[in-house]
């Protein structure tokens, strides 16, 4: 199956659901080629970029399923090659 690179940028602003986010991300870590975390104090939230090598309906998927988690906001821009 052809895959596509992709960045999926999350915004965590809400603690609460740092373990589910974990366990989806866990799910989904075959297809995930690198991750940074990034504590903004200051703020309050968490930034995490996660790098993917995927389908484009895993991609979808697993945006989906984060962007339905309360607190997460969830962007992905995906390579055309």
């Known amino acids: 199956m052809e895959t596509k690179v992709a960045v999926m940028s999350i915004i965590v602003e809400s603690g609460k659901t740092v373990d589910e986010l974990n366990a989806v991300l866990h799910a989904y870590s075959e297809y995930i080629i690198g991750r940074m975390g990034l504590p903004y104090k200051e703020k309050g939230i968490n930034i995490i970029s996660i790098a993917l090598d995927a389908p484009q309906n895993t991609i979808s ?9 309360p607190g997460i906001s969830v962007k992905t821009a995906i390579a055309s090659i």
């Open 61 to 69: 998927a697993l945006a989906g399923k984060l962007g339905n988690l």
